[in-house]
C-alpha cells in the first residue's frame, strides 16, 4: 500500500466522518493527514512504525492508524463508518461539486439516499428549497450524476436511444451494401438497457477494425464482436449471413421467454430463410407481433388466436394529467403550461402541485389552494374551450389518510394521491397505506404505484393484484408515470388492469413544459403491455373526461 493509497483511506474517513457529523476536530486531523502523508519524501512501507508518530504532520492518533493499515489492510473506523452508510451516499461522494455538508443535507434533510433519487429530485427543483444549493449548484450536480451514470453501464432507454441510432448510423454509412439493424432490449424498447445489439452482414474482422477506429475496445468471440465506447457504452454486434439475418435478428430480439414459447407453439428455426419478418408469422398461421411486444410469453397464444388490439400511440394523447407549476416545485406558471399544451394540441392540463405535508417541494396550504383555484377560474374564462383542471398529487400519509380534510380534497376536480414520504416499508404496511388511500371517495387517480426510480430505486413492496383488484372497484385509475425514470407502473402489470377493467393513465409528472416530452417514454412502455387508447385516461377528450369524472364521483 503506497502513500497514496494510505491518503485515500484517510481523506475518506475525514469525509464520512464530516457526513455523520462525527467530531469536527477529529476529521479534520485525518483530512490534514492525508495532505501530509501524499506529500511524504519517503513511503511509509519503508519507514520503521516507532518512527511515523515522528514525521511532520502526522500525530499520534494518526500514527496509530497508519501503524493499523500497513498491518492488516484496514481502518476499523473506517469500516465501521462505511457499513453506517447507505451505498447510494459513498457513490455521491464521487460526484463533483458535492461535498460532505451538501450530502449530509442531501441525506439529513432531503431524505435521499441514491443518485438516482438526487438526479429526479434536481429534475424536480427541490434542491433550490435548500440552503447552499442554487441553480447553478443543482444543474452542476444534475450533469455530474449524468455522466456518473453514463459510465455504469446501466442506461435508461431514454438516455441511450439517440447514441444507438447515432451508432447504426455510422456502421450503416461505413458499410453502405451490407445490413445492419438493431436487435436485441434496445430494439424492444425495454425501460432499461444495459446494452446496445445489433445484428449485421459485416465480415467480423472488418467490423471489428472499424469500431477500432472508431475509438472502441473491441473484443471478438466467433461471430460476436462486443465494443466498449470511451463513455462506457457497450455495443454487442452478431455476424449472420445474408439468407439467415432475418430469422436470426428475429430470435435475437424476443425476451428469452418468449422466443421459448414461439419456438415450442411454432417450431421456428433460425436457419430458416425469410424476406422478412411479417413471412415469419404468416409462415406459422400467427396474426403479428410488433417486436416491442415480443416479452412475455402469452402474447404468442394471444397472437394464435386473434389480431392483437392496436396499442396505444402518441397521437391518442388527449390532454396532460399530472403536472406541477411554479406554486409548488415546477418552474413555469400555469398560465405557460397551459399554453405550451395548446400549442401540442391537447385539449386540457391537470395541474396538480403538491399538498402540504411535501414541505421540500413547497407543498400548497389550504389558503393557497382558494387562491389558486381562483387564478385558475381567471385562466380558464381566458383560454376557453381549453380547460385547466384543478387537481393535487396529494400526499399519502403514514396510516393511509390523505393530506387534507374531506372539504377541501371536494374542491377539486379530481384528486392523484401518491406515496412519497416513508418508502421504506414492509409489504404489509404499503399494502395498509395504499388500500386506504385508494378507498378514500376522493382519490380519482393512484400516483407512481410503487415509488420506484429505475436503475436508483426498487420502490415499496406490494401486491399488484390487490392494488389493481382494489382500483377496479372503486373507479380509482392508475396512473403510468411517465418519467423515463419512473415508468411506474411497470408495463407487465398493464394485461392485468385491462382484463380488470381498471382505467389507466399515462401521465408526465411534468415539472416544467420540456417535460410534456416524457409522454412519449410513457407511451413505449404502456405499448409494451398492450395499452389501448381506450383504456387510457389521458386519451380521453375534454368531454369525456368531465363526463369519467362526473359519474366516478356519483359512483362513490
Known amino acids: ?45 519503508d519507514i520503521s512504525t516507532d518512527k511515523i508518530a515522528g514525521l511532520k504532520g502526522i500525530g499520534d492518533s494518526t500514527a496509530k492508524k497508519i501503524i493499523e493499515l500497513l498491518s492488516t489492510g484496514k481502518l476499523q473506523a473506517l469500516e465501521d463508518l462505511i457499513l453506517k452508510t447507505p451505498p ?23 431524505g435521499i439516499e441514491s443518485l438516482g433519487e438526487l438526479l429526479y429530485a434536481c429534475n424536480e427543483n427541490r434542491l433550490l428549497m435548500y440552503k447552499g444549493f442554487g441553480e447553478k449548484t443543482q444543474e452542476s450536480v444534475k450533469q455530474s450524476i449524468q455522466f456518473f451514470n453514463q459510465n455504469k453501464g446501466h442506461f435508461l432507454y431514454a438516455e441511450i436511444e439517440t ?21 436485441g432490449e434496445i430494439r424492444r424498447q425495454s425501460v432499461t438497457i444495459t446494452r446496445i445489439e445489433m445484428m449485421s452482414t459485416i465480415p467480423a474482422g472488418e ?34 449471413g445474408a439468407d439467415r439475418f432475418i430469422a436470426r435478428n428475429f430470435a435475437a430480439s424476443c425476451s428469452d421467454v418468449f422466443l421459448q414459447a414461439f419456438k415450442e407453439t411454432t417450431g421456428f428455426d433460425t436457419d430458416r430463410n425469410f424476406a422478412t419478418e411479417e413471412e415469419i408469422f404468416t409462415t406459422y398461421n400467427l396474426h403479428p407481433i410488433p417486436v416491442y411486444r415480443r416479452e412475455l410469453p402469452e402474447t404468442v397464444q394471444q397472437a394464435l388466436k386473434s389480431q392483437l388490439a392496436p396499442e396505444i400511440n402518441l397521437s391518442d394523447i388527449r390532454g396532460v394529467i399530472h403536472s406541477h407549476s411554479n406554486w409548488s416545485d415546477g418552474l413555469h406558471t400555469i398560465e405557460v ?15 396538480s402541485d403538491h399538498s402540504r405535508s411535501a414541505f421540500y417541494a413547497n407543498g400548497l396550504s389550504v389558503e393557497r ?156 412502455s404502456a405499448r409494451k403491455g398492450g395499452l389501448t387508447a381506450m383504456t387510457n385516461l389521458s386519451s380521453f377528450t375534454l368531454t369525456q373526461l368531465e363526463d369519467w369524472l362526473r359519474v366516478t364521483r356519483q359512483k362513490k
Request: glycine share 4%.
Open 1 to 45: 500500500m503506497d502513500n497514496y493509497a494510505i491518503a485515500d483511506q484517510f481523506s475518506l474517513l475525514a469525509k464520512l466522518m464530516d457526513i455523520h457529523g462525527d467530531n469536527p476536530f477529529k476529521s479534520k486531523s485525518y483530512a490534514a493527514a492525508a495532505f501530509n502523508i501524499e506529500k511524504l519524501p519517503a513511503q511509509l512501507t
Open 88 to 110: 447510494g451516499i459513498l457513490e455521491m461522494m464521487q460526484i463533483k461539486g458535492l461535498g460532505p455538508k451538501k450530502i449530509a443535507t442531501i441525506w439529513k434533510e432531503m
Open 163 to 183: 447514441y444507438a441510432a447515432q451508432a447504426l448510423k455510422i456502421i450503416r454509412d461505413a458499410f453502405p451494401t451490407q445490413q445492419v439493424e438493431l436487435s
Open 207 to 240: 467490423l471489428a477494425s472499424f469500431l477500432q477506429s472508431q475509438n472502441f475496445e473491441t473484443s471478438r468471440e466467433e461471430d460476436t464482436i462486443t465494443a466498449i465506447a470511451s463513455d462506457g457504452a457497450k455495443l454487442v454486434v452478431y455476424h449472420s
Open 337 to 351: 403550461m397551459a399554453k405550451a399544451c395548446i400549442e401540442k394540441g391537447y385539449e386540457y392540463l391537470v395541474i
Open 369 to 524: 389552494i382558494r387562491e389558486q383555484h381562483l387564478y385558475i377560474d381567471e385562466l380558464n374564462s381566458k383560454l376557453a374551450p381549453f380547460r385547466i383542471f384543478k387537481s393535487i398529487e396529494c400526499d399519502i400519509l403514514s396510516d393511509g389518510s390523505l393530506d387534507y380534510a374531506d372539504d377541501v380534497l371536494s374542491s377539486f376536480d379530481l384528486v392523484i394521491a401518491s406515496v412519497h414520504s416513508n418508502l421504506k416499508m414492509t409489504e404489509e404496511k404499503a399494502m395498509q397505506r395504499l388500500l386506504t388511500a385508494i378507498k378514500h371517495p376522493a382519490t380519482s387517480i393512484l400516483g407512481h404505484m410503487t415509488g420506484r426510480l429505475l436503475l436508483s430505486r426498487p420502490g415499496y413492496p406490494v401486491d399488484h393484484r390487490r392494488i389493481i383488484d382494489a382500483c377496479a372497484e372503486h373507479n380509482v385509475a392508475i396512473e403510468i408515470n411517465a418519467h423515463p425514470r419512473r415508468l411506474d407502473i411497470d408495463w407487465s402489470w398493464i394485461p392485468y388492469a385491462m382484463e380488470k377493467g381498471c382505467l389507466l393513465s399515462i401521465n408526465p409528472d411534468a415539472h416544467q413544459v420540456e417535460g410534456y416530452e416524457d409522454i412519449r417514454y410513457g407511451v413505449i
